[in-house]
């Protein structure tokens, strides 16, 4: 699949998935429909007031790598549309929770459903949500896929769905932690982020018609793409290009974010108890150069990036392995080149 | 069924339904073990030091009428213990979310999941033990349960989980309400207390064997007796005796609680203008026989037993359809009987 080909690919299948979620949310009963209301603001469909709203509809990354991966294993990714819209449920369940548990008040420039509907409502909307993404997939039944195959897709997504709670648990007592090493930070993040993109293209593979070798591939692809997703993010939050990520410069340093790069330094001989000073209390743009020549004598950028290779190596042979000869034509294999080379 | 051998049933199932509940919650991972420790605590298995403990393990209502559904339609209760175990766990995570969402500090003399270790990991343990309710639901294809069957089980399932959330929403929008009408009420419970109650009837006996007639028959069932439940509870909760309740009198006059008779004497003609002027500020112990009076004046008590019997019936009805002439022999028969009668 060339470049031409994979924005068509979305340009046919965006729609599509976009009114499956729509479907799956619509509620006949008036008294309910603020509470679907809630998560169709969450999803950008509607505002604050609960009326219609157009925003961009997001890169719905998830999503597209089920349908993805449902046709190159062979299969018509219409089959993948319930399973698809369920992976971007649950992927927005999960923000909205997050948001609660964080405290943010906002995301992509909006309110966080919590901040407009109060977090009694918002805990509950995010539930409301995670049912869907259970709903949903029934829908895999209603058009024919086989039975064998809905009961695997739905013991993916439901070890995904204890996966991200168990993430999430990591993350948050993380936070709370001053020495966390980077193979913990790497297991939080391979079930907070990794583990539903590998679920994503395992389950688009598996409505395909691959084997459960290809199956597994495909997941140990997605997994170590969504690691190398999080950890350029993390590169970026540090030394990203202001101008592109539309960030302030150093961000995640001055939000004392403990990410993969912070961490190893934190943890090396001579850099790390210096850089331990600065994080006691928030520390000021005025810090930032003295933390980034820390993170420098660490050799933090360095070890960062050559865990990116490494992880996207990793991802690169588990798909040669999935899909064969095609794997360097496959849009999937592109997907990839370009998380390494993103700047935002 | 008789009373005798219905308590040599629970004596047989209520601890294996524990050990299936326990293998759930299984942890190898000691990172997380804390994560499940706070389900184990709010399950009663542990204690805030998340070392073990043993309280009495509670009713476990949902899951036993699971087991004896599945019992009555001729089947193994053996096959039904994941749905059990599932049902039981998706209960508890809407507890453990309830809890968080109106506030309260303690359930059954302890103290919540929140207020042991906040609000950010108790919304997250909750997502985990609704995530673990469709794992443990995976187990049925384990036993040799067929895929067919396993698939309407969580058909079942995910409907009574989005209820779930509905109803919760309702309830949580009445709170701000002052003009919530009896059919609004009995439309929340049916979504928050009673769908769960029918689907525990309804899975156990289609794991049982039971036509989809009777499958639905047994879930009208117990739909009935869930809202039975309850209105015996809102009664209790205004006329029980504190002796056997355990709670103060006038209790939920004094909480101002939205229950049945309390809603139905509010949209009285002449007792619920002035019931309404009591209920601008909580009201204090001295105006309960007042509150009281008012009730009594708008026929509340004699409305909600009317209520309670007429659904009682309805549920005999139903069961009756299911389960033909064995209705009456029926352990499920006895327990609709003892809701009515109970005074605690």
Redesign the interface.
Known sequence: MTKETLQAFIGTWLPRLEEEMRRTLDCSEP??E??YGMMGYHLGWRNAALEPERLPAGKRLRPMLCLLACAEAGGDPFDALPAAAAIELLHNFSLI?DD???GDETRRHRATVWAVWG???A??????M???S??V??RL?GIGVD??V??DV??HF??T??E???G???D??FEARDDVTVE?YL?MISGKTAALIGAALAIGARIGGASLEQVEDLRQFGRSIGLTFQIQDDILGIWGDPAMTGKAAGNDILRRKKSLPLLYALNHPHAGPHLHEFFVEPPSPQDVPDVMALLDEAGARAYAEGELLRLHEEGVIALARGLGDNARQSALYGLAEGMLQREA
């Open positions: 008294a309910l603020p509470f929770h609660v548990e964080d977090v009694p409502q805990i509950n909307a995010g539930d409301g995670f049912a869907l259970f709903r997939l029934q039944r039975e064998r809905v009961l739905l013991a439901t070890t769905c204890l991200l709670t168990e999430q648990y990591l948050m007592r913990e297991r």
